[in-house]
């Protein structure tokens, strides 16, 4: 089976040597048919574990849903993305639906349910039916408004293919869109830790069917979110980068990993923090194909950058000649740092708390143990308008599965620090692109709490990282040897199962009991 | 037999107590997670039969120990046989009011004996809850007043908890307006397991969507099985 695994990795998978006559559409047939059945089956997992949430979770009570709707509202009604401003402007259509959704009732207040009774039904039924005008919003300028417009563009086609129905019927179908990119983020998980792990063809779906039932994951990638495309992009980055590191650099590959990137760039201002760790990783693989640093060793990381950058400067050329925005968006967004200059050493100790604990004699801007408080907690379950969450010992006792997981991966590493030596520039990378998305979330915090006096803590901006969570799970599997291997994988996925159950059960729950 | 042959049936035979052992283990987890769920959905619980739609976020008023609150335009949903208000409160002493339910002249319900603080159901921001039981259960939808009378010491005061509203919308106390409106919760009768409570559930999810009917809530049961099936085959199958 290794030998047959071994096989099915030599491959060739991206950057194919497929004749140069063959279609653009049969090359991308023969790619998928190279796909393998598991990951497809994982991938579908995602795919309706994201519906479900997507039907579950009453409209716009995923967050910032109701942004999100109205950017890509603005972009069909106007034709061209919103500009940054100071107030948040839904259109009149917009504004019926969330009063006869509940919106604002229901938003932050878990002592209040969805709609549970016929009158309040004819109520929404009614103020749906109004003919409201929906080119009359500012495509919540404020909150998202900066953004870069690819993912709007993207649920511009079920907005438009549900032209005739009401705001709820193109939300639900935008929802699915977001279903199905949940579905080929876990697809590329599967990708990825196959090519990065490739001695244990055991645990590739563990990692996988791990990520495809995280509930966190699900519920945002189950709404109208930027962050859904963002998780995909990162995910096809992240097998790309494996894939460079176990095979080589080629003109091909660098042109596909700068695609990714830019899906990311042209996505959400985030994935501007994984742009460091990506130079990193493509610069260590150029120097192990050139054996050393020379100009030429160059030319590939520059080729894949020059291909992410490319569509960021096409949208700067818009935002100044046609869509009358700022050249870049992050500098008006919510994130600007212009005006703000605040002392090094806080800027540090913020970071530091952000995901830690802060230290003594410091300034406590967040909870008193952010790690579990913030984080764990958000990564155990805390949906809707963070209004959904579990009694609080079950995120202590959720430490102790957490704690278990990392213990075993750890063990399987020590175990295999031989063959880690020998990949150091790729772990080196990796965590470089975890550092990057860490810094740079934190960054964002900070800004937001000097200007706002607000944290943007969640554990969903950590998500285009599930990749290397995917990898940890797969790891951990093979943390009591080889031989407990299959009992640990089968448990971790039911652990994942089960977690992913009761929490669709709390959010049923939280809405409708 | 040759020495390849023999690597390749051990390998096989690897493989196959491999698979083995993860179907053994799979079946063995799927079975604890079918009876933590069994138990979970058997577990009874209060049910609520609506609430007035109001978040309990904002402190509006101080009400003294002795007042009464009126509210009026209550849509009170059929089965409703308690209420719960959320308070501040200066004393965790049991809570000594009445509650009446009016429409017009008429009172539909009242209650006074039983009522308990319910520290379960109080928000993070909330201080506590007091969950009165009325009688009789309401047989029907009734859109009324709702007249909470306090009876504590004078020393006493409560923290009314809803949202703010002009004068004039909002409740009342002792006849005199207040510039918000409390949130209150409608229970019903007795504690229910979600197996006897599924019905409703089913009619609730049924709602709010962008089409309506049991079929949602068919369709979501689906969706919560099917990833399931599939993740439970999928690794029971093979080794990739």
Sequence with gaps: MAAQSQRQLNRPLAGAAKPQSAGALAQLRGLLARVPRAAWVCALVGVLNATAWAIVVPAFQVPDEQSHYAYTEYLVQHGRPPAAGAVDVLSSSENAALAGLKFREMQFSPENGAIWSASEQTHMTDLLKQAADRSDGNGAAREVGGEPPLFYALQAIPYNLAEGGSALDRLQLMRLLSALLAGVTVLFVYLFVREALPAIPETWAVGALGVAFLPSFDFISGGVNSDALLFAASAALFYLLARGFQRGLTDRLAVAIGTAAAVGLMTKFNAIGLMPGVAIALLTMSVGRERGLRPRTLALPALALAVAVAPILLEVALNITVWDRPAFGATASNYRASALHPPLGETLSYLWQFYLVPLPGTTHYLTPLPFHDLWVRGFVGWFGWLDGAFRPRVYVLAVVPLAALALLAGRTLVAQRRRLRARIGELLSYAALVVGLMAFIALASYISYLRYGGSIAQVRYLFPLLPLYGALLALAARGAGRRWAPVLGASIVVLAIAHGLFSQLLVLARYYA | ?240
């Design chain 2, 1 to 240: 037999m040759d020495a390849s042959q023999g690597v390749r049936h051990g390998l096989r035979d690897g493989s196959r107590e491999r698979r083995g052992q993860r179907r053994l283990t799979l079946a063995i987890g799927l079975a604890v997670l079918a009876v933590s769920l069994v138990a979970t959905l058997s577990h009874a619980t209060e049910r609520r039969t609506g609430t007035n739609g109001l978040p309990a976020r904002v402190l509006f008023g101080i009400a003294p120990g002795r007042a009464t609150i009126c509210q009026q335009g209550e849509r009170i949903p059929s089965g409703t046989a308690a209420i719960r208000i959320s308070l501040l409160v200066s004393s965790q002493t049991t809570p000594r009011l009445a509650v009446e339910l009016s429409r017009g002249d008429v009172v539909r319900a009242t209650g006074a004996a039983g009522a308990r603080w319910d520290r379960a159901s109080a928000t993070w921001y909330s201080g506590s809850a007091v969950r009165i039981p009325l009688a009789p259960t309401l047989r029907g939808d009734v859109v009324g007043d709702i007249c909470i009378r306090l009876l504590a010491g004078r020393s006493e005061q409560y923290g009314l908890l809803g949202i703010p509203t002009a004068l004039g919308e909002g409740a009342t106390e002792d006849g005199r307006s207040l510039a918000g409106r409390l949130h209150v919760e409608y229970l019903a009768a007795g504690d229910h397991s979600w197996w006897s409570f599924a019905p409703t559930l089913v009619g609730r999810i049924g709602r709010g969507h962008a089409w309506s009917g049991p079929s949602v809530g068919l369709l979501v049961a689906l969706l919560m099985l099917t990833p399931i099936a599939l993740g439970a085959w999928q690794l029971s199958r093979n080794d990739s």
